[in-house]
């Protein structure tokens, strides 16, 4: 993981020019990258202590946990941050068009945020989300239908859920950062257009 956030670093750093977005992007990416090698590092002393039935493990667990706590929502403000910004310096971005509600956007961005659960108690359903946008469990079922999430878990009582975004969701989600300001319809409901990139100016000639 750590490898992969450095080789991203590389990419954005050879791609784009350095305006101070893509700078701070360049340091906050290197900045996980340094706390996901650290939580490594701490799972395999946890690892090394219960092969060795020594005590101590759920401490380096822990320290993994907190070190890599922050990691999913500084991921998504970073492709945020970074699709802008590739936006703004002209380079072509494109993306399926969808009819995604601002309720829908809502919920994917805190799903991807790690937030969101959906537990069952006395045979109802219920959203649980700390991120603090209220989520129904109608927009949780219509975005499973349409394959945007899915649940991790067995279904118990009284036991969370963990809601995730599958392969389509993470790029539909993707496509809202790309889009510009979103045209909404009567229904409530904004298209995700595609961007292309603008035709360059012709030099004027005397």
């Known amino acids: 993981m750590a490898e992969q956030t450095l080789a991203i670093r590389e990419s954005v750093t050879h791609t784009l020019r350095h305006t101070p977005a893509v700078v701070d992007v360049s340091i ?4 996980m990258a340094f706390l996901t090698s650290g939580a490594a590092d701490e799972l395999l002393i946890a690892l090394d202590l219960v092969k060795n039935s020594k005590v101590g493990a759920g401490l380096h667990i ?3 946990k907190h070190l890599t706590v922050l990691g999913a929502p500084t991921s998504v403000d970073l492709a945020e941050s970074l699709t802008a910004e590739m936006r703004r310096q002209g380079m072509p971005l494109s993306g399926q068009v969808l009819q995604l509600s601002s309720a829908d956007i809502a919920a994917m961005r805190d799903v ?3 937030k969101a659960n959906v537990t069952q108690m006395l045979g109802r359903q ?4 700390e991120g603090g946008t ?4 109608n927009t949780v079922r219509n975005l499973e239908k349409r394959t945007l999430l899915h649940r991790h878990g067995v279904q118990e009582e009284s036991i969370p859920q963990r809601l995730l975004l599958t392969a389509a969701g993470i790029r539909a989600l993707a496509s809202t950062f790309a889009q510009a300001p979103p045209h909404v319809s009567a229904s409530g409901l904004q298209s995700v257009p595609p961007l292309q990139q603008q035709a360059p100016t012709a030099k ?3």
């Open 28 to 31: 906050r990416l290197r900045q």
């Open 62 to 64: 822990q320290l993994a």
């Open 112 to 114: 991807a945020c790690g």
């Open 204 to 206: 004027r000639t005397r």
């Open 134 to 137: 209220r989520i129904s469990i």
């Open 126 to 129: 219920y959203v649980t989300n």
